[in-house]
């Protein structure tokens, strides 16, 4: 479209088909394609993946089929809708796919199933192809269907299942698999697609604007505009392009080279429905005139008092509900409520100097075992239960319907949710027994542990130091420490527990200082709520 070059464009960058030269690898996705390729050609059978609308399922699933594409000894099939009147017209589609031929109307419910058995058993057997059926929109998939494919599950040789099958849907498909565990139990690959981090999202964007032809992508979207767009459509890759084009539309009607966040903050008032502009409501305007009104009362002390008034730290949750003085502390801001933490640094120093750091979006996934519950994997987490953190958990993962019907092996994202720093500031020293960068394998750690498994627990934790502060993706820096189950006020008192219980046996501990500066904790296990 000509009308693109106005940006240096040689076509469109943020179109919503799912075209796989404009598909984003991140590192998710690339996870899932690799895991489903190993699944594939090792001949498993049945893969799941299963992700809200809008993270990519369906362009997931032609970026496999591109894959393929070239592969002579891969034989793909795709199934668009799998909502069939009934189960002899899902078997014919599924014959008429595999033989590459119109069948004879009076073929009957058995022939059928024949049919399909010979030619899986001729080119999965004897001429030792990978035959792959590929779903998509799986959670219309009737009962009936599930049964079949179940059936076609059961045809394998000594080594191998004969048909591959993929099936992509959305949470609803859940249900469908609790309700029949012999269709669960054969499951090999399962994956669960989130939505995109904030640093993902920078870079697709990034990408599809290379794609469409513009080598100085990165002027296009400013940051704080980027981070309107995260904020807005709260990572889902389809929400992303969707107010990308809206943007980029809105720079061509208004001859603007670079969209900032009040372009990006205009084009989603537009989207509004039954409104063409932007307006604040009277509630929404008192919150602010209140909010600026704090603000403004802080500039006034600062004025009279100067060096004699402590920085103030303003933690922000649902509404701002504490006003805490610290001593020499930067200033942050925690909405938990967002996809992503945001977290403004500006101390007394450095006042021109004010960045904002990203903090992480969640701890990690973890699959429920077998006789677990989501209470007690919570407790282990975040070191206590309570229905705050149980809300937190829900909201993060809206396949889970109740829970206490959570199901085995179901993945379960655990968000990130920061311990105020005047909790942290109470707490002494902790005795360290492991530290790992990866949610799972800290709870094995923590399992393993020779101690009573309530003598020990987990504390989820942030160096912010430990990164450059124009870094502004801080995941990577996530860690995880095992530690005794106790805070101790002295540290003559922690290093006096650790000698006594070396002799015991116990070793490897370490006194570690907990109410360190830059350091933001997930966890309280010492809260007596």
């Given amino acids: 479209m000509d009308y693109y070059r106005l940006l240096n464009l040689d076509k469109e960058p943020f179109s919503n088909s799912p075209d796989p030269d404009f598909f984003f690898l991140s590192n998710q996705h690339q996870a899932c394609l690799q895991q489903l390729e190993i699944a594939l050609r090792l001949k498993r059978g049945l893969n799941v993946v299963i992700g809200e609308v809008g993270t990519g399922k369906t362009t997931l699933c032609r970026q496999m089929l591109q894959r393929f594409a070239g592969e002579k000894n891969i034989d793909a099939h795709l199934i668009l809708d799998p909502d069939y009147s009934s189960a002899f017209e899902f078997l014919c589609v599924v014959a008429e796919m595999f033989e590459g031929r119109r ?19 001729e080119k999965g057997a004897r001429q030792g192809r990978v035959v792959v059926l590929i779903i998509d929109e799986g959670q219309k998939t009737p009962g009936y269907c599930i049964e079949i494919l179940r059936e076609f599950l059961n045809y394998e040789t000594n080594e191998c299942k004969l048909l591959q099958i993929v099936i992509f849907a959305q949470n609803e498909f859940y249900a469908i ?20 981090s904030f640093k993902d ?26 981070w309107t767009i995260f904020r807005k459509t709260r990572g889902y890759p389809r929400k992303i392009i969707h107010l990308c084009h809206q943007c980029t539309l809105a720079m061509i009607v208004k001859n603007r080279r670079v969209a900032d966040r009040t372009l990006v903050l205009s084009c989603i008032a537009a989207q509004s429905p039954g409104s063409k502009e932007r307006r604040l409501s009277w509630p929404g305007s008192l919150s602010s005139i209140v909010l600026i009104g704090i603000i403004a009362q802080i500039g006034w002390l600062y004025g009279i008092y100067g060096e004699r008034m402590l920085q103030t730290e303003v933690i922000v949750t649902k509404k701002i509900n504490k006003l805490m003085p610290l001593a020499k502390k930067p200033v942050v801001i925690l909405d938990i409520e967002q996809a992503g933490y945001e977290k403004k640094i500006g101390g007394e120093n450095e006042p021109d100097k004010s960045q904002s750091v990203l903090l992480p979006e969640n701890l990690g ?20 239960y309570n229905k705050k953190y149980l809300d937190h958990v829900l909201d993060a993962n809206s396949h889970i319907r109740h829970p206490d019907q959570v199901i085995a092996g179901q993945p379960i994202l655990f968000p990130a949710i920061p311990v105020p720093g005047d909790i942290s500031g109470k707490w002494g020293y902790f005795i360290k027994f492991d530290e790992t960068d990866d949610l799972e394998k800290a709870l094995r750690n923590l399992e393993s542990f020779r101690f009573d498994p309530n003598q020990v627990c987990l504390m989820p934790f942030l160096n912010i130091s430990n990164r450059d502060i124009s870094n502004r993706d801080m995941t990577s820096s996530l860690k995880f420490l095992v530690i005794y189950n106790q805070c101790f006020q002295d540290e003559f008192e922690a290093l006096s527990w650790l000698k006594e219980n070396n002799q015991t046996g116990v070793s490897g501990g370490e006194v570690i200082r907990a109410a360190e500066e830059n350091i933001v904790w997930f966890a309280n296990p010492f809260s007596k709520k």
């Fill in 103 to 121: 069948i004879a109307r009076n073929t009957d419910y058995r022939q059928l199933k024949e049919m399909i058995k010979h030619h899986l058993l």
């Fill in 201 to 226: 999202m920078r870079q697709m964007i990034r990408f599809r604007l290379r794609k469409a032809g513009r080598l100085a992508e990165s002027s296009l979207f400013t940051y704080p505009a980027m």
């Fill in 177 to 196: 698999i609790k309700d029949r565990e012999n269709f669960a139990d054969r499951i090999n690959c399962f994956y669960l697609l989130k939505p995109l």
């Fill in 365 to 384: 996934t973890v699959g429920l075992k077998n006789g677990e519950i989501l209470g007690r994997l919570i407790k282990k987490i975040y070191g206590t």
